[in-house]
């Protein structure tokens, strides 16, 4: 499958004052056309930066952004606005990333004009219908005239999904879609951005900080999970999830509580060797886990930069950027 | 500890081992558009050493009931009805009815409050140590030996280097540290009850287990009973004895963790149990719970989840089901728990 969207060594930083923060750094990602792939990591860890990238928000410091193939740093005219409609974005705060003072139809009719999707408000306002059919906001006249304050965070957000259909991109980068929306009407969000993959043939980015709902959503698909600038290990979700390789990932998987009161107190944590978490200014030289890594190795981990690779001899296909792993060694805990 | 003063003593008609009750407590608060219900005829207990999660979606009105136990709702709220009874050292009293300067005392000295995004509750431009002596302070309390002692030692407890946090600003702290300094000082004063709104919502993943070792820690140290509230199940079955979920300002159901997780007879609680995912399953079922929560100011009549819940019939529009125990210590108001029950049994055989 050709990837719809690639990273080819990507790397981002923001000056603060004169000292450069890498939040970045040499990332290698694709997404196919019609998977779900979701990017997971803790706050931080660039995940939102990513999303902003893709969508050509914010552009690359370093490396290459690739769409249907052709870097989209050289892309003009047209083309450059074919790719800035095909991938959207739909924010995390609903209450944040609508214009509070434009009605739902203002919302929603902007882009249709400024793409030229439609030529008169007749045709705006059918299609505008159609969008909020589409994410369930019926009856919609109940809704079209309104105002973001009249309506509840749920459906505030199906308006920001609605949003990111106008421009029938192929594809949408979802950056925390559901984490600000109540748990009971989660899921149901979820369903309908996954059902769109089949009904709209849209790919979804998923972008979240909560693996357990990243497993939900990607089950057929792949994650990827972030820590401090770059991904740690990537593969397909029931790998992932089940055999996970990377200490990082295999700590995190250790200390999320489950919804199950037997299950989460008989969970065995993993220890890290520290809680601190380092500042991006001031990055540890080689794995920039090593410092909590409880299998750290002196002398490789706080020396060599780790590459994804896969690991030989394992359960899983997953790729993991942890050296002692991908040169076959197996993991001893760190006694000092 | 606590100057008893005789008026507010009420009779005690309270186990030995409660030490909260809250008996039909009702709260509404006065809006130009209407009274908003926020909570409505809530009763439960809290004994000694137990942890009870209060679950619900946000504007549930879980915020609104802790924060009546300490009395610090805002000014257009009004309690209509119900009781409050905390009792320390054999002595039982109404908070609703304590003085001023009783509940000034009362707060921190019995029942001490964490709230949501408390990282930033700390003053940043003093050093924490400041902070704890002007809290031991506050409550009369003024030996510097022993403030020094028990800030050390409490600092010690939620793992924090004491030596390195006592003399520190808050702002050369993490999120994480604050947040265990935040815990620190919650107990400083040994309360008997910590309330804890949202504990670890704004925290990431390893700071957030973290958190909830040192509370574990903590709590079998020194014996205090936590009341918290969350809309995150997977924190209620982690560190729950107790569960009530909160729905549109009442009590839907309460019960031991185990109760609540596996025998549960709302179905609100089915609701949220299955639209959780979790980790340990393969690939999940789940189901969001159809519409949204209610308008507080005109709530649906009969049972408040009715126009939601899939079990609904015409008496469950008119008729508001009772809170009836079903084992001792589960409750739960529902006319239709048989059928939950049947729902619970299905979506349980995918583990």
């Not at chain 1, 995940?47 to 952004?65: D, E, F, N, Q, Y």
């Not at chain 1, 995390?92 to 003072?101: E, G, I, K, R, V």
């Not at chain 1, 045709?123 to 019926?138: F, K, N, P, S």
């Not at chain 2, 809290?46 to 009870?52: P, V």
Request: proline share 7%; charged share 25%.
């Amino acid at each position: 499958m050709e990837p719809i969207l690639q990273f080819k060594n990507v790397s981002r930083s923001f000056k603060k004052g004169r000292i450069p923060i890498p939040v970045l750094q040499d990332i290698d990602l694709s997404v196919n056309a019609l998977e779900f792939l979701c990017l997971v990591g803790e706050s931080g860890c660039g995940k939102t930066t990513t999303g902003k990238i893709l969508s050509g928000l914010l552009a690359p410091s370093s490396g290459r952004v690739l769409f249907e193939g052709r870097d989209v740093s050289k892309l003009r005219g047209e083309a450059y606005r074919h790719y800035r409609r095909s991938v959207q974005i739909i924010h995390q705060d609903p209450y944040a990333s609508l214009n509070p003072t434009q009605t739902i139809y203002d919302i929603l009719s902007f882009p249709l004009f400024r793409h030229k999707l439609v030529h008169n408000r007749t045709q705006a306002r059918d299609r505008v219908a159609e969008l909020l059919t589409m994410v369930d906001l019926t009856p919609v006249l109940d809704v079209i005239d309104k105002y973001p304050h009249q309506l509840s965070g749920g459906q505030r957000q199906r308006v920001s999904i609605a949003r990111a259909l106008t421009t029938n991109p192929s594809v949408i980068i979802a950056d925390e879609a559901v984490s600000m929306v109540d748990v009971s009407i989660r899921i149901g969000l979820l369903n309908m951005l996954m059902d769109m993959r089949t009904s709209l043939n849209v790919t979804i980015v998923f972008i979240t900080h909560d693996l357990a709902l990243a497993k939900y959503f990607a089950w057929d698909g792949r994650i990827a999970v972030m820590y401090l600038g770059r991904v740690v290990e990537i593969g397909r979700t029931p790998d992932l999830i089940g055999e996970p390789q990377h200490p990082y990932t295999r700590v995190l998987l250790s200390a999320i509580p489950e919804a199950d009161p037997q299950k989460t107190r008989s969970k065995q944590h993993i220890l890290l060797r520290s809680e601190d978490i380092p500042r991006l200014t001031e990055l540890p030289p080689g794995c920039s886990f090593h410092p909590r890594c409880p299998w750290f190795v002196e002398g490789v981990c706080d020396a060599r930069v780790p590459q994804l690779a896969p690991v030989p001899a394992s359960a899983s296909a997953s790729e993991v950027a942890c050296i002692p792993l991908t040169e076959g060694a197996a993991l001893t805990l760190y006694t000092p | 500890m606590i100057g008893a003063v005789k008026p507010t003593i009420v009779e005690n008609t309270m186990k030995n081992d409660v030490i909260l009750q809250v008996q039909d407590l009702s709260i509404v608060y006065q809006t130009p558009r209407g009274d908003v219900m926020a909570t409505t005829d809530v009763s439960f207990d809290l004994r000694k050493g137990e942890t009870m999660a209060l679950i619900g979606e946000s504007g549930s009105g879980k915020t609104t009931l802790s924060l009546s136990f300490i009395r610090m709702l805002p000014n257009s709220a009004r309690v209509t009805k119900g009781k409050i009874l905390y009792s320390r050292d054999g002595v039982t009293r109404d908070i609703l009815e304590m003085s001023d300067n009783e509940i000034r005392r009362f707060r921190w000295s019995d029942c001490a409050m964490v709230f949501q995004g408390a990282q930033n509750a700390f003053n940043p431009v003093l050093r924490v140590r400041q902070q704890f002596a002007d809290t031991a302070a506050a409550h009369g309390k003024t030996d510097k030996a022993w403030i020094k002692q028990r800030t050390l030692e409490l600092f010690k407890l939620v793992r924090l280097d004491p030596e390195r946090v006592y003399e520190a600003y808050p702002h050369e702290m993490s999120g994480g540290m604050r947040q265990r300094s935040l815990l620190a000082l919650g107990v400083l004063l040994d309360p008997q009850i910590v309330i804890l709104d949202e504990p670890t919502t704004a925290l990431d993943i390893l700071t957030q287990r973290a958190i909830i070792d040192v509370l574990k820690e903590m709590q079998q140290r020194l014996n205090f009973s936590i009341i918290f509230i969350s809309h995150d199940l997977a924190l209620a079955a982690e560190m729950a004895s107790r569960v009530a979920t909160v729905y549109a300002g009442e009590i839907v159901e309460e019960g031991s963790v185990e109760d609540i997780f596996y025998r549960h007879r709302h179905p609100y609680t089915l609701g949220l149990i299955r639209s959780v995912p979790r980790l340990s399953r393969q690939q999940d079922e789940l189901m969001s719970i159809p519409g949204e929560p209610p308008n507080l100011i005109t709530p649906p009549s009969g049972c408040k989840f009715h126009p939601r819940c899939m079990f609904a019939s015409d008496k469950c529009k008119v008729d508001p089901p009772p809170l009836v125990e079903y084992e001792p210590g589960h409750r739960a108001a529902c006319w239709h728990t048989d059928k939950v029950a049947a729902a619970r049994i299905a979506f349980a055989a995918q583990d």
